[in-house]
């Protein structure tokens, strides 16, 4: 697919994805969440893709929806509002696409991240800013409501006394706040910040099976929020049954025996194991 608002390269085993109308610090369209989602659906069945890392180009992340459009640059009745919300019919819906994939994610924000510009990064599994990123949940200031699962991602994320305080005041906050809400688990100089995105990506990559962190990110996200412990538990005791005689799991006990790093045979595209989807099941 060629790309017309975000850039899309492998570097080694990563994917690098980077937001990219610099011009107008990285602002949404309906086109650029198509292609973030083509970019997610792509890693998500590409063995040789073990993680993802987005961030923006030039000196924003994402300043949120494109408002060039004027005051009615939200109203989908007209065309500026729809090329915001209207996604092209190429890709999906690119916070499912997120969440789904089996690849663990990244969000390096190198700058501004307001509204829709940071509720894109609450499904992907770490965030770590550069020093001077302003955050916010804006939405509140403009007449509109939560969007892209964030009234769910957020709490979860960082509990809902912080969510309440950052959505309904609406204003926007530096890095050190949001690390200190527990919104960032990292915060760098800007000239470190991708250097550390990819440390990172290698710390969860680099000695792991990749079918057990795609199944790992799932269980985590997915029954995080569960009211008890007996669904997982209907479920994650049968899986390590069916992993235990996989060859994944030999060579990580070799491995270890040995004292030496894993080589990990497994793929996402062949060997998820039978309960997985398991959440399919149900609905």
Known sequence: MDYQHITCDLDGSCLIVALNRPEKLNAYTGLMGAEIAHAFERADTDDDVRAVIVTGAGRGFCAG???????????????????????PKQGGRFIEAIFNCRKPSIAAINGPAVGVGITMTLPMDIRIAANGAKIGFIFARRG????????????????????????????????????????????????????????????????????????TRQMLWRFAGA?????????????????????????????????????????????????????????
């Open 65 to 87: 929806a494109d408002v060039s459009g004027g005051a009615a640059s939200f109203d989908t009745s007209g065309s500026h509002g729809a090329g915001v919300f209207a996604s």
């Open 144 to 215: 509109l409501v939560p969007e892209a699962g964030s009234a769910w991602f957020l709490p979860k994320l960082v509990g809902l006394p912080q969510a309440l305080r950052w959505c309904l005041s609406g204003r926007t906050f530096d890095a050190d706040e949001a690390k200190q809400g527990g919104l960032v688990s990292e915060v760098v100089k800007p000239a470190e910040l991708m250097q550390r995105a990819r440390e990172i990506a290698r710390e969860m990559t680099e000695e792991t099976s990749a079918v057990a962190v795609a199944l």
């Open 227 to 283: 009211p008890a412990p007996f669904e997982l538990l209907a479920i994650d005791k049968p899986m390590s049954i069916e992993r235990g005689g996989h060859a994944d799991v030999r060579e990580g006990v070799k491995a270890f025996l040995e004292k030496r790093p894993p080589s990990f045979p497994g793929k996402v595209s062949t060997d998820m194991p039978s309960q997985y989807p398991w959440w399919t099941r149900s609905e």
